[in-house]
DNA sequence: GTTCCGCATGAATCGATAG
DNA sequence: ACTATCGATTCATGCGGAA
């Protein structure tokens, strides 16, 4: 995997560049100090095993928890009104080992609890900011194939929460990394230009927005929103994926840089591994269920031979 | 207008048969206490006015208040860290005035503040189940079409929150109203919604129950999910539309029956009103901005004339 | 009557500058 | 220090008039 070397002027709008210089001999040290979980993947209580990882050496959390649940027999069988007293320990964890300008994702989505959306997300989020967390953005997923069902007060849930959470202002953020492929109505819209398209034309409006469109000439991709649009994986193997890689792949790209340090507190079959594979950061892995680690080496060695062959 | 009549087995999944009729004989006794609500657009604040209505009169609340604001000149500037409190006392009278089987929607959206998403929402939707309300689902509206811009830390916000409120559980709901073409879901990701299918329902719906039938070509529809893709309105010279007549469109099919009462207290340029228009629902518009009346008549008279000529 | 094309609009947010 | 104002940035749609 090539490093991509020396910043591109696009990047230098994202955060300035003493911190870009900065960054990168921050990286290179602490990744020393944690040697011993690059590209590990630890079974056991992540609240215990982080205690031994360094203060403020994580680029990117990015984790899919497991969602409160009254059974009891499931795996991570928190019941509802358990779960912000659950998870704030570890959260707490999460927020020493995050690095200043690091970000933490949570994908979590509450259940329907007697006809009612229990409010345990609603709380935490409330709680985390308490916490000492920014809540700097949410963002949706929107699932393009959901699984199938009817209930006679009920729709089919069809997004889960992407909860964004920051230690400062200053995050980093590489927005170039995920831009999309610009809408059919370019094509149309930019063939003939009129006058006012030419210099820059402003809303009469009054909302001060204002535009000039020559400067969409020759664009091809254009910045994503805030909701992500992907299906949910299905017929695969063995594991119960519940996100697809692309989910946990789109905010590494977006969030960290190639050799950059990614933590899933809540593994499972290892997605969030997976996508780091593909990408080239460095990850570790915790999962407090001991049965999840075969599953996702076995996974991790097809993406290997994925890219010694490509 | 023409009252639907009895209702059609496929209705009579969603509740129970007794309270079916119950419901009929309750619509038409609280009508006539309702009379001089009936299609009105009153000017004032909304918490005075409903204390004129009765009890457990209105079918369907379906508004989108004004958002907090932080800056002081605006309409409807309600600063973040007061609108909870703001808002709970004319809630209380939506309660008060919702039928039992009755349906609370609230479309908002936090704004960012300091870099951070204000958590005045979450506040607000913790108090109002503290209230007596029950969270019974958050629909998501997806926007087409988003404001532009961009910022170092931050993509358009492509997304606002519906979120669903009830006084029981046993609200009402006609979910065979908004099903959505199958061929169309599948085919074009979601794009295709919209236009067409909208439209062609909304002509159904006016112009009566045999026709619908006819169009319905058997197992061509399906489902809808809690994730609703429509476009902002846009590009109308005479009033800014904030939201687009398919969503409170949308939600009064879904939970009202032709004659049904609905309320907007915050109604603004009449958007709720329109849809009701069209779909043959009673309603009673409130807002206390004083200019806004003129426009919805304005827009109101519109689809009347429509409405004769065809 | 239908399709096509031009155009204005939008619940935005950040950072710099001014008071 | 703290608040108010202003400029800069950006995408996709629906409407109305033209072909």
Same mark, same amino acid.
């Given at each position: 995997m090539e490093y991509a070397g020396a910043a591109d002027a696009a990047h230098l709008n994202n955060y300035k560049f003493m911190e870009q210089l900065l960054l990168s001999e921050d990286t290179m040290a602490k990744h020393g100090q944690t040697d011993e979980f690059i590209n590990q993947y630890l079974i056991g209580d992540c609240e215990k095993i982080l205690r031994s990882v360094p203060d403020n050496s994580v680029d990117l959390i990015v984790t899919s928890p497991p969602y409160a649940d009254s059974?009891? /027999?499931?795996? @991570?069988?928190?019941?509802p009104e358990k779960y912000v007293s659950w998870f704030l320990p570890k959260s707490k964890e999460f927020l020493r080992v995050l690095k200043p300008n690091g970000t933490f994702i949570l994908n979590i989505k509450e259940r329907v609890e007697g006809g009612e959306r229990h409010p345990y997300v609603l709380d935490l989020t409330l709680e985390l900011r308490k916490q000492g967390w920014l809540w700097t953005e949410e963002f949706i997923w929107h699932k393009k194939n959901t699984h199938p069902g009817k209930w006679p007060n009920r729709f089919r849930d069809a997004w889960e929460r992407c909860l964004q959470f920051n230690k400062t202002k200053n995050f980093k953020m590489f927005q170039d990394e995920v831009m999309i492929p610009i809408g059919d109505w370019s094509k149309a819209r930019l063939r003939n230009l009129s006058k006012t398209d030419l210099s820059r034309a402003t809303s009469n409006?009054?909302?001060?927005f204002g535009k000039k469109?020559? /400067?969409?000439? @020759?664009?091809?991709k254009v910045y994503p929103s805030n909701v992500l649009y992907l299906a949910t994986e299905c017929?695969?193997?063995?594991?119960?994926?519940?996100?697809?890689?692309e989910l946990p792949a789109w905010f590494i790209r977006l969030f960290t840089r190639n050799g950059d340090f990614v933590l899933d507190p809540f593994a499972g079959s290892g997605t969030t591994a997976v996508a780091c594979r593909r990408l080239g950061r460095n990850y570790l892995m915790i999962d407090i269920a001991p049965g999840y680690k075969k599953i996702a080496e076995e996974r991790l060695s097809h993406e290997t031979n994925k890219t010694n062959r490509s």
């Open positions: 059974r009891k /027999n499931t795996y @991570g069988g928190i019941p409006s009054g909302s001060g469109i020559a /400067n969409w000439i @020759g664009k091809t017929g695969n193997q063995n594991h119960s994926a519940v996100f697809p890689v």
